[in-house]
């Protein structure tokens, strides 16, 4: 009794330190499904994984305390037999052997310390204080999730995994055997270096048979059960996906690996098939528009390759053409265009901007749906202008776009065409509003909420808007649309930047967006690719495969969606020309900007013998404003600073508002140059300031003040 007292006395001076038997944890990033994508070394640098009493199949538990403490339910952490006869052994025997128990070890991995009386006295004590302070079941926990298994692998959790690729619950009893022979002498005894690996599983199951443990058939069978003496390695699926979410602490995430690896495959053989064109990387990430979840997420073709380790998802790029969906969006929604209206495709002069079509053409007039689907650039940009603030730049603004933290006058006119910087990540959160009535939503990637709940534009327009692109790509794929096996219906966008630096193609369906990058992490430029020619390829595939699996369905219409006889007429003359029937959004009224008439489109008119004169929009709401225009004086542009040597010439061009094209040019007020309206002329001038003023024939006057300046 009076050692009971002394031990409780002993027991409350010097406390068990408890904190030593949960050690550091690696972490795991597992699917829904229990997937393992990616694990991580505790901060310590071992692998372990704590498990649970119920996750451990009964005759391992067994199969440990019969292998290394057979009278563990009968001793008090202790057991005086075992040490008297390893004390006699060692005094007469060649080779020593202990006389730990389960409790004893547990204390002496609690605190390594060098082995010595002192310390086996303080090792017994911190035995008992673990069987006075826990039941023999957690005592027999806590060994097999601290007990070393060779290297860095520390308990039967993390053994399971990287000698048999196997959670414990599902170990075989000769993998079981083999797992109980370590802990004696980890690093000689592990399973990826020891030579005599059946004579240990031998003695094990026999044992367990001799014990009653196991059956006669099923010793026989485990002795013949074949070896794979190796370690296997961490599982690094997703790594830039699995990185977010490691640093996110997350430990299930809601990524699908099945089509994570389609995508990456698919994304890496087109990717591959286009390195004589200088692409040398690519990236995509896929949404579930319904769950609003990142469901595959490929930050590189490769990330063992050179810069394989950047992530393509999340890096920031100029995203091309593909925000001019949501300018139609926008302008669809506040009465500007309807699908079959006309739009001019023709020079646009804004200071200067100047933009161009790729082809480096003008379509004149044209509809715009058909505009958007060949992603025509003045179009846009002009739509733009006429939306003043209620443009692409008020919207990416609402929609919380967090690299767009300039003004509006910093990227002017060009952010239509992709003049500013957006990630894959985000340019594709901000597609899922088509699939969504307009809306951005909550998106949840590796762990991390994206907490946006916000309307963007209507669901009408997004649902028209979704329509345009989706009959776009049938028209211009029409015939490998036919080839492919289970394509579904989707709306599909383009986008490539400026020397064709950056590659994009987004895709989405009902179900899915998805969104792909092709193009270089260091900058370069490819030979001249376009986003059609490149990431087109792997949406097309992917919605297949997706479709295969569940058939996909397309967006529904909205109620306040209708078909009225409209009049398609770019500007209406006193009656309209070009009368049909096209969808409509109820409660919009159509509105007809008077900037629409310009210069140029005042030209093009009179050219195609659609207008005689600019009378003939006399009964034209806008005509008493348009008749009092100065003529639009557009080279040199004001303010222009030109580099020139002696033999170039400075273009000279503008356009009249008057019925009668007769203009002038002047020189600083010098002598006039009679041209016509929208023709150029061409003058030599010297270095300096300069004042070129035009004259239409009613005397209205423009004048632009420019500066001419030597060679580069």
């Not at 052994?89 to 002496?108: D, E, Y």
Request: with cysteine; glycine share 6%; proline share 3%.
């Amino acid at each position: 009794m009076s050692l009971f007292v002394i031990f409780l006395i002993l027991d409350f001076l010097y406390p068990l330190d408890r904190d030593k038997l949960y050690r550091l944890q690696s972490q795991k990033v597992l699917t829904k499904k229990g997937e393992v994508l990616r694990m991580g070394l505790s901060r310590d640098g071992f692998w372990r994984f704590d498990v649970k009493s119920d996750e451990l199949p009964e005759l391992l538990k067994k199969s440990v305390i019969l292998f290394e403490d057979r009278y563990f339910y009968y001793h008090f952490g202790v057991n005086p037999y075992s040490i008297l006869r390893a004390f006699f052994h060692n005094l007469t025997g060649k080779k020593t052997i202990g006389a730990s128990t389960l409790s004893m070890q547990i204390a002496r991995m609690m605190k390594r310390k060098k082995r010595s009386y002192k310390n086996k006295i303080i090792e017994i004590f911190n035995a008992f204080q673990l069987e006075w302070h826990f039941s023999k079941d957690e005592i027999l926990l806590f060994y097999l999730n601290l007990a070393p298994y060779g290297g860095n692998i520390e308990g039967i959790g993390a053994a399971s995994y990287f000698y048999f690729k196997s959670k414990p619950k599902d170990l075989t009893i000769a993998q079981i055997a083999l797992l109980t022979t370590i802990p004696k002498n980890p690093n000689l005894n592990r399973l990826d270096s020891q030579k005599n690996l059946h004579a240990k599983r031998r003695k094990v199951l026999s044992l367990m048979y001799k014990n009653h443990l196991i059956s006669k058939s099923q010793n026989l069978r485990s002795r013949i059960e074949p070896i794979i003496k190796k370690r296997f390695k961490a599982p690094f699926y997703a790594p830039q996906y699995t990185n977010i979410a490691l640093k996110n602490k997350a430990k299930i995430v809601n990524l699908d690996l099945q089509i994570q690896l389609f995508l990456e495959k698919t994304l890496k053989k087109a990717s591959n098939a286009l390195k004589k064109f200088d692409v040398k990387n690519a990236a995509a990430v896929l949404i579930d528009n319904e769950n609003m979840n990142v469901i595959a997420y490929v930050g590189s073709k490769d990330f063992k390759s050179p810069l394989g380790q950047n992530d393509g998802v999340r890096a920031v790029r100029s995203p091309g053409s593909t925000l001019k969906p949501f300018i139609y969006a926008l302008a669809l929604e506040n009465g500007l265009i309807t699908p079959k209206q006309n739009v001019f495709d023709l020079p646009l002069y804004a200071g200067f901007y100047e933009p161009e079509n790729f082809d480096k053409k003008f379509m004149g007039l044209v509809r715009a749906e058909e505009a958007l689907q060949y992603s025509l650039n003045i179009p846009a940009v002009e739509l733009n202008m006429f939306l003043e603030n209620k443009s692409l730049y008020e919207m990416l603004k609402t929609a919380q776009i967090s690299s767009l933290d300039k003004s509006k006058e910093f990227y002017g006119h060009s952010l239509a065409l992709g003049g500013f910087g957006i990630s894959l990540l985000e340019l594709t959160h901000l597609y899922t509003a088509f699939s969504n009535k307009g809306r951005i939503l909550p998106l949840r990637v590796g762990g991390k909420l994206v907490d946006k709940n916000i309307s963007i534009m209507s669901k009408e327009s997004a649902y028209l808007v979704s329509e345009i692109l989706s009959q776009g790509i049938r028209s211009r794929f029409s015939e490998f649309w036919e080839s492919m096996e289970n394509m579904p219906k989707i709306g599909f966008k383009t986008g490539t930047s400026a020397d064709s630096k950056d590659l994009y193609t987004i895709g989405f369906s009902k179900k899915y967006t998805l969104g792909v990058w092709m193009g270089n992490f260091d900058g370069s430029k490819t030979k001249d690719l376009t986003g059609l020619d490149t990431a087109s390829e792997v949406v097309f595939e992917l919605f297949s495969y997706l479709n295969s699996k569940k058939q996909l369905q397309w967006l529904e219409k909205p109620k306040n969606i209708q078909k009225s006889l409209v009049c398609l007429d770019a500007i209406k003359k006193n009656t309209c020309k070009n009368k049909d029937y096209d969808f409509t959004i109820k409660g919009v009224g159509r509105k007809y900007p008077c900037k629409r008439l310009r210069g140029q489109v005042l030209a093009f008119l009179m050219k195609e013998k659609m207008i005689t004169s600019i009378n003939d929009f006399s009964r034209h709401i806008c005509y008493p404003r348009w008749i009092e225009k100065k003529p639009a004086l557009i080279s040199p542009y004001d303010g222009a600073e030109i580099f020139m040597d002696k033999e170039r010439k400075i273009m000279l061009k503008c356009f009249s508002f008057s019925d009668d094209d007769t203009i002038y040019f002047s020189i600083d007020d010098g002598d006039l140059i009679e041209s016509k309206s929208s023709q150029e002329v061409f003058v030599k001038m010297q270095k300096g300031s300069h004042k070129v003023s035009c004259l239409d024939a009613n005397s209205k006057k423009s004048t632009n003040h420019i500066i001419i300046k030597g060679d580069l």
